[in-house]
């Protein structure tokens, strides 16, 4: 199944369905893929993803294209998770003022959701994607058969905002390449007429993001989309407090629970003074607000603006 998306500025991207083939790539094409896959054909493998979304991942993959003369029509193809893509897609977005490039996601979560839309990203000073750009791949290459043996709950809490945000429908196809197709297609929708981020569409997707991005950098060992099922429950709870309007907590828990994500995030509210410093270092805030999307039930989703303080008494709160 071939489907063209198009995105602003010209750029289009193929989302296909399928197993990966080399040849099917211009020999020259450079391949960066996680170390975890063993392929067995030429290719730089980079192990830990997300601990290198860093400069110092730019540097390593960098090097590598300039060891293998790439140049302004060299592609690259990205084979891994969330993590990976982001990083190589951010590569392809400098090195030489662009490259054409290539994702191939081979976790449910980069399928649904870090694959399609062209976010591109890379961490620094503690600070989640501070640098990154749009600027989507060429082709997307899902193939479904990498899940087989790993933990899909994170990629569901993607997929569960943006059902929650987005849809009165919170239904997870049993299928896999039918939950991914509903996702990638509810994602489209979502950014077709925000690419950018300019007009606020495309925010409804930042859905727990400024609580989960801190809590991924309070506690490295949770996963992105562990961290996501913490934040939306996080900002939903805050919502209720701020404006003592029941939003529906059971529906979403009960959601979220499904699917194997664990709900209680109390032990991440401890530290307040560096949860907020995170949260404050947020691209959504200003030096003294802060914004969520949340929703009151599924698809009736609407922003949320508050301060550092609001998050002070609201953790109080819970503690008490
Ligand atoms: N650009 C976007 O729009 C966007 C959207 C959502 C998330 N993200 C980013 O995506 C990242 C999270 O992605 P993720 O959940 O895929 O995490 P990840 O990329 O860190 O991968 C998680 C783990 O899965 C392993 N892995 C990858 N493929 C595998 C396979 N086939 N079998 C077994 N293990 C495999 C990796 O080695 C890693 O240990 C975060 O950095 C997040 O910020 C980006």
């Not at 600070?127 to 990629?155: E, M």
Request: charged residues 20%; contains cysteine; hydrophobic residues 40%.
């Amino acid at each position: 199944m071939y489907k063209t998306i198009h995105c602003q500025r010209d750029f289009k991207t193929l989302v296909d369905f399928g197993q990966f083939n080399r040849d099917s790539y211009p020999p020259e094409t450079l391949i960066i893929a996680d170390a975890i896959l063993g392929l067995d054909f030429p290719h730089l493998a980079l192990d830990a993803p997300e601990s290198l979304k860093s400069w110092h991942g730019v540097g390593l993959i960098t090097d590598y294209l300039i060891q293998h003369q790439a140049h302004r029509s060299t592609q690259l193809i990205a084979i891994g998770g969330g993590a990976l893509l982001d990083l190589v897609g951010f590569i392809a977005s400098i090195y030489m003022r662009g490259l054409n490039w290539h994702a191939v996601p081979t976790t449910l979560l980069a399928m649904v959701d870090a694959s399609v839309g062209g976010k591109t990203a890379i961490n620094h000073n503690n600070i989640k994607n501070l640098f990154g750009s749009f600027y989507p791949p060429s082709s997307i290459l899902i193939d479904t058969s990498h899940l087989a043996n790993q933990n899909l709950s994170g990629g569901k809490a993607e997929v569960i905002k943006m059902l929650w945000t987005s849809s009165d429908d919170l239904t997870l196809p049993p299928d896999l390449d039918d939950l991914v197709k509903l996702a990638i297609t509810l994602k489209l929708k979502i950014i077709d007429h925000d690419w950018t981020e300019a007009t606020g569409n495309r925010a409804t997707l930042n859905a727990g993001h400024t609580f989960g991005h801190a809590f991924e950098r309070l506690d490295p060992s949770l996963s992105h989309g562990q961290a996501i099922a913490y934040g939306l429950l996080a900002e939903h709870d805050l919502a209720e407090f701020l404006t003592h309007k029941n939003h529906n907590r059971q529906i979403l828990e009960k959601n979220l629970a499904q699917q194997g994500l664990q709900i209680n995030y109390a032990y991440l509210l401890t530290d307040l003074d560096a949860l907020i410093d995170l949260m404050l270092k947020d691209k959504k805030a200003t030096k003294t607000t802060l914004r969520s999307t949340v929703a009151r039930s599924p698809g009736d989703s609407y922003r949320l603006t508050y301060t550092p303080d609001d998050v002070r008494r609201f953790a109080l709160s819970q503690s008490l």
